[in-house]
T-cell receptor, first 116, second 117 residues
Framework: DVKVTQSSRYLVKRTGEKVFLECVQDMDHENMFWYRQDPGLGLRLIYFSYDVKMKEKGDIPEGYSVSREKKERFSLILESASTNQTSMYLC???????????????FGPGTRLTVL | AQSVTQLGSHVSVSEGALVLLRCNYSSSVPPYLFWYVQYPNQGLQLLLKYTTGATLVKGINGFEAEFKKSETSFHLTKPSAHMSDAAEYFCAVSDQGLTGGGNKLTFGTGTQLKVEL
């Protein structure tokens, strides 16, 4: 069974703390994504990566950075957490089978982050 | 830029009734369209997708969607709702020709489906 796992389901941090959210996939997928989900706004793409050590900004990258040192792991970093980063964070992965391949994204269960 | 509009943030139906969740898209190139479902406290799961070919797409759990280019729509339907269908549903459209070939998705704001006895 394919799987995307996220390091924590719930996380509470204080303003100014450095926060790491970890995502691991076991499907040997090339592409990995980080989204945040907020009520009424749907999912918004923060960053994505199509290869190890490669990263590209999504629609809302401000205040975030990412790291992909190994193919199976994609980390989201909040350098200095702020209250407006309180949200649900979802990681996803997909395979690359050629240009213009539109393969399903598989999602993790999410991490609900609260910044106090 | 592409976008997705989901009409109705909340839809309520009776068990056994038709489910209709609306999705309209905007895309400058032929779109690739997806419906995902999110059950409480879970990640998203693919219901169905349209890439090319037949415009009526069948998915899991009895759901289907029809791609209508003239109406720029991709509405999701199910003939008879079940209590287990209560969830949030997201429509999404895919980029083409993304760097490295990854398919970036643009999501709608979601529709919460409530099924009542």
């Amino acid at each position: 069974d394919v799987k995307v796992t996220q390091s924590s389901r719930y996380l509470v941090k204080r303003t100014g703390e450095k926060v790491f959210l970890e995502c691991v996939q076991d499907m040997d997928h090339e592409n990995m994504f980080w989204y945040r989900q907020d009520p009424g706004l749907g999912l918004r793409l923060i960053y994505f990566s199509y290869d190890v050590k490669m990263k590209e900004k999504g629609d809302i990258p401000e205040g975030y950075s990412v790291s992909r040192e190994k193919k199976e792991r994609f980390s989201l970093i909040l350098e200095s957490a702020s209250t407006n980063q309180t949200s649900m964070y979802l990681c996803a992965s997909s395979s690359f089978t050629g240009t213009y391949s539109y393969n399903e994204q598989f999602f993790g269960p999410g991490t609900r982050l609260t910044v106090l | 830029a592409q976008s997705v509009t989901q009409l109705g943030s909340h839809v309520s139906v009776s068990e056994g009734a038709l489910v209709l969740l609306r999705c309209n898209y905007s895309s400058s190139v032929p779109p690739y369209l997806f419906w995902y479902v999110q059950y409480p406290n879970q990640g998203l799961q693919l219901l169905l997708k349209y890439t090319t070919g037949a415009t009526l797409v069948k998915g899991i759990n009895g759901f289907e969607a029809e791609f209508k280019k003239s109406e720029t729509s991709f509405h999701l339907t199910k003939p008879s709702a079940h209590m287990s269908d209560a969830a949030e549903y997201f429509c999404a459209v895919s980029d083409q020709g993304l760097t490295g070939g990854g398919n970036k998705l643009t999501f709608g704001t979601g529709t919460q489906l409530k099924v009542e006895l």
